[in-house]
């Protein structure tokens, strides 16, 4: 039986495949153990497509959480905090930036026409029902345009339809939010004046503005600006995990408000209550249901979708790679979602928003 297909709202996987040594470096179209992601383990988990991640990381950067202190200097219990890196130079993301879309290039025409960079949402569309892997060039972090946003503009033509104006650490753009918990996203300031111009240049040439990693004055910012939908690509609901990551209630109502969509992220440290990232083996995938119930709930089914954060996160131990994707959405089902519910989850929320949001039918 086919399964009910799955397009997903975020993956790191091209990022993850460029770190790796070149000389061992896995093939997307080819078979792998290592990663979530790669063309034969999404045929088989009914996996259709997603949003491609390009995310330039900052060197040496390890991360390292510490403990978390309250307004009073005290150690918050089961607290953590994680120092971000500084800003990046534009230059070192345009290089990086451009060697992924050029790998994303080539792996499309390599696999003949077994997957499409989409461009339009008749295309996505079509890949969907026709069984061709579709992808979407998004881009995390936006240090590889320029403040004069020209090369938004070239990047366009080459396929970019997504843009988050910012990773966590902050840009010439916006200010994102630290991995620290539990916290609000209430952190710093919002969109800079070329943040809103990339807001509207985004809104004049129909990219999806990403506010996963936003901070909240930012997330408002972009509120008031754009005429697009709110979405969110990978991020949960921090009234069940408080991590500044999630979104809160009054933002979740927002998205809803503009008739935008939230995509589900998978990673344990923004699921769980507790927000402990290195919990894999003791958190399962039901915990990603919660999530979907609880938003469901608040705002209603037509607002939640799948953002996974594949070869970018640590997965729940029963969600090992894409191939686990059939069982998530029998979980779904299990929980009271009905069959069209799920697929309106599983893809058709996502379709309805690309739609809205990018300018070519
Ligand atoms: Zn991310």
Redesign the pocket.
């Known amino acids: 039986m086919a399964h009910i297909p799955v397009f997903d709202g ?1 993956n ?1 996987t091209l990022t993850q495949i460029r770190a790796e040594p070149k000389a061992d470096r896995r093939n997307f179209l080819e078979r792998s153990d290592r990663g979530h992601i790669d063309l034969p383990r999404a045929k088989e988990g009914g996996l259709a497509g997603g949003f491609f ?1 390009i ?1 330039t990381a900052s060197k040496a950067w390890e991360g390292t959480p510490s403990a978390l202190m309250d307004a009073d200097g005290d150690p918050v219990p089961g607290g953590m905090s994680v120092t971000l890196p500084p800003k990046l130079a534009h230059r070192t993301a345009l290089r990086f930036t451009v060697a992924v879309i050029s790998d994303l290039l080539r792996l499309e025409r390599e696999s003949e026409e077994a997957m499409q960079v989409v461009r339009t949402a008749d295309q996505l569309d079509r890949c969907i029902s026709q069984g061709t892997f579709a992808s979407i060039l998004h881009i ?1 972090g936006a240090e590889a345009i320029d403040s004069g946003l020209e090369s938004l503009y070239v990047f366009y033509e080459a396929g970019l339809r997504s843009i ?1 104006p910012v ?2 650490r902050p840009n010439a753009f916006a200010s994102g939010v630290p991995f620290d918990f539990p916290r609000s996203p209430d952190i710093g300031p919002g969109l800079t004046a070329a943040g809103r111009r990339l807001v509207a240049a985004c809104n004049q040439l129909g990219i999806l503005l990403d506010l ?2 936003l901070n909240e004055k930012g997330f408002w910012d972009v509120a008031d600006l754009s005429e697009a939908p709110l979405v969110a ?2 991020s949960n609901a921090h009234c069940v995990s408080p991590s500044p ?1 999630n979104l809160t209630d009054a933002q979740l109502d927002e998205i809803a408000r503009t008739d935008g969509v939230v995509g589900l ?1 998978f990673h344990v440290g923004f699921l769980r209550p507790d927000g402990d990232f290195k919990a894999a083996a003791t958190t399962s995938m039901s915990e990603i249901v919660r999530h979907a119930r609880y938003i469901a709930e608040r705002i209603g089914t037509r607002h939640l979708a799948l953002g996974s ?1 594949f070869d ?2 640590t997965m729940p131990f029963d969600l090992p790679d894409a191939t686990a994707l059939p069982a998530l959405l029998d979980l779904f089902r299990e929980d009271g979602f009905s069959k069209a519910e799920v697929r309106a989850i599983a893809s058709e929320n996502w379709q309805r928003v690309i739609r809205a949001t990018w300018r070519e039918g």
């Open positions: 975020h790191d991640a995310f995390e988050g990773w966590s996963s990693h690509t990978h990551r992220n954060d970018g996160a």
